[in-house]
């Protein structure tokens, strides 16, 4: 399975936009789900998730700004991003822990990239 991210893109400060990620097909069972970003020189850092309770953590510096959403039956996430800065600038990562089948254990899945460039 893979995860499939869409709608990155570049944006003026104080903009929005909106990010989704569905898996290739369905697996056994989805845990949290969430999405990571990435600037050059550093670690990858959460910016928010959500479990498939519907409880959501966010980075502080997105807090106010930020919304994930979850579609447990599609099995997808959404991160609606406003009031976007110039320090949102990166690449977004989507990530779950996926359960491929009911013998597999829970393992990490990451999407393949989406840019996100804020112009102040």
């Known amino acids: 399975v893979q995860l499939q991210a869409s709608g990155g893109g570049s944006v003026q400060a104080g903009g929005s936009l909106r990010l989704s990620c569905a898996p290739s097909?369905?697996?056994?069972?989805?845990?949290?789900m969430g999405w990571y970003r990435q600037t050059p020189g550093k670690e990858r850092e959460l910016v928010a998730s959500?479990?498939?309770?519907?409880?959501?953590k966010y980075a502080d510096s997105v807090k106010g700004r930020f919304t994930i959403s979850r579609d447990n039956a599609k099995n997808t996430i959404d991160l609606q991003m406003n009031s976007l800065k110039a320090e949102d600038t990166a690449v977004y990562y989507c990530?779950?822990?996926?359960?491929?089948?009911?013998?597999?254990?829970?393992?990490?899945?990451w999407g393949q990239g989406t840019q996100v460039t804020v112009s102040s």
């Open positions: 097909r369905r697996p056994f069972n989805i845990r949290t």
């Open positions: 990530h779950a822990e996926i359960i491929l089948t009911m013998w597999d254990g829970r393992a990490n899945y």
């Open positions: 959500v479990t498939p309770g519907g409880a959501t």
